[in-house]
């Protein structure tokens, strides 16, 4: 009898690391189902159009680069997005401060301006021109 005594810590011990696996998915899958849903990450919104018509420009290469300079070593942000059917691009988690937008459409003048972007949520608008003929 002092023998089974003893053997139940063991078998207790052996029981928690067969179950704990399992026992842990399980509590993953409950905390899951329980918290909300992500908050949206903040977008730069950089609205393209070009000519007289001010006609939405789709498929635009739209490039936005900036450099935070420090003492050590200068920290560079690079992200390049295209433009959809409403000429609508979004830069999620855009850096504030000054930044350089440049676009790139096919038949119209490339563009490049620097900008100073005080809200993440900011909605830029760029109008492109026609480029000159060339005879």
């Known amino acids: 009898m002092r023998h089974m005594n003893q053997l139940k810590p063991v078998a207790l011990i052996l029981l928690a690391l067969l179950a704990g696996p399992w026992a842990l998915s399980a509590q993953e899958d409950s905390k899951g189902k329980d918290q ?6 903040a977008k730069l919104t950089i609205e393209v159009t ?11 290469s739209v490039y ?3 450099v935070e300079e420090h003492m050590i070593k200068d920290k560079k942000f690079e992200v390049n997005v295209k433009t959809n059917q ?3 691009a979004h830069v999620p988690d855009p850096p504030t401060g000054r930044v350089l ?8 003048k ?3 301006h620097w900008y100073d972007v005080t809200d993440p949520k ?12 060339w005879y």
Not at 50 to 60: P, V, Y
């Open 122 to 133: 900011q909605i830029i608008k760029i109008h492109l021109e026609r480029p000159p003929k």
């Open 110 to 112: 490339t563009y490049g």
């Open 86 to 88: 409403k000429g609508v």
């Open 36 to 41: 909300p849903p992500p908050a949206p990450t």
């Open 50 to 60: 070009g000519g007289d018509e001010n006609k939405a420009i789709e498929n635009a």
């Open 101 to 108: 937008i440049q676009v790139v459409a096919e038949g119209w």
């Open 64 to 66: 936005l680069k900036t």
